[in-house]
């Protein structure tokens, strides 16, 4: 009715609400920890973290915001042991060109969003190299960026897959309510 308040939500809602905004951090984080058992691949972390992070920052931009992403690319740093400002520099770049590119990417199909996603992988390998090596004041091998490309490019269909059910299940519950 015009001119009446809409009665405040109840506390299932309330926690609904809550839970559906932190999921994908909370994942992300949960995936990361998960990636950074004795597995014996060091890019996994990475490899693990970015797929969550561009995705949620193309499909879902409120939930993935920039204070997240900086705390994930700590957290990314932690993991892996490489130095402080590397995984939060890389994944805060491929944040903002992934909401930069969010109008693009939203409307395409997942062989072009994969593609995309391949620069993104690529993209975030190389700068994590150059940070490195610009800490260091020495070139690093090459090869393990161009390693952590490939498994983060490679894995992205099985995330995206995962992510694009739960988003979608995130969508109709929002409809519902």
């Not at 062989?111 to 004041?137: E, I, M, P, R």
Request: proline letters at 8%; hydrophobic letters at 60%; charged letters at 10%.
């Amino acid at each position: 009715m015009v001119g009446r308040k809409e009665p405040s939500p109840g506390l299932l809602r309330q926690l609904d609400d809550l839970a559906r905004a932190v999921f994908p951090s909370l994942s992300t984080v949960l995936l990361m920890v998960l990636a950074a058992g004795p597995t014996g691949v060091p890019a996994m972390v990475p490899a693990a973290a970015l797929p969550c992070i561009v995705f949620w920052s193309v499909f879902r931009p409120g939930a993935m915001p920039p204070p997240a992403v900086f705390v994930l690319g700590l957290l990314q740093d932690l993991l892996t042991m490489s130095p402080l400002g590397i995984g939060v520099v890389t994944l805060l770049v491929a944040h903002a060109v992934a909401v930069a590119w969010r109008r693009f990417l939203v409307r395409r199909s997942f062989l072009a969003v994969w593609l995309a996603f391949c620069t993104f992988a690529a993209g975030t390998a190389a700068l994590g190299w150059l940070l490195t090596a610009l800490l260091a004041w020495s070139l690093p091998a090459f090869a393990p960026a161009l390693y952590q490309a490939a498994l983060t490019a490679g894995l992205y269909p099985a995330f995206a897959f995962v992510l694009s059910r739960i988003h979608g299940v995130m969508r109709r519950a929002e409809e519902v309510a």
